[in-house]
């Protein structure tokens, strides 16, 4: 079992920026792809990044389009960690961000990771 937290989200006015953190405890974070996903009220739950390990890079990150040259997805393997620093703030960010685990290969499908933290909420005002 892998238990994941979400932190560091907040109100921030429109062009600002947020830091979230997912602390992983139960088992190493290594071992697993992790991605960011995000849920605006009335809509579904959507990707936002993912970082999982590759043979070619040590790891290889993936984005929406809607946060790409924004958003950056990284992890602290020794710390657990994974983080998603978000720049350049837009009111259409606004929204319960997770984060999630996976040890399987649908990365940017909700429905392809196991462990899902409880959520934290992102507003940007305008």
């Known amino acids: 079992q892998v238990q994941l937290v979400e932190s560091g989200g907040g109100l921030v006015q429109a062009g600002g920026s947020l830091k979230l953190s997912c602390v992983a405890s139960?088992?190493?974070?290594?071992?697993?792809?992790m991605g960011w996903f995000r849920q605006a009220p009335g809509k579904e739950r959507e990707f936002v990044a993912t970082t999982r390990w590759s043979r070619t890079i040590l790891y290889y990150n993936e984005y929406a389009d809607s946060v790409k040259g924004r958003f950056t997805i990284s992890r602290d393997n020794a710390k657990n960690t994974m983080y998603l620093q978000m720049n350049s703030l837009k009111p259409e960010d606004t929204a319960v961000y997770y984060c999630a685990a996976t040890q399987g290969a649908n990365w940017r499908m909700a429905e392809g990771y196991d462990y899902w933290g409880q959520g934290i909420q992102v507003t940007v005002s305008s």
């Open positions: 139960g088992r190493t974070l290594a071992n697993y792809a």
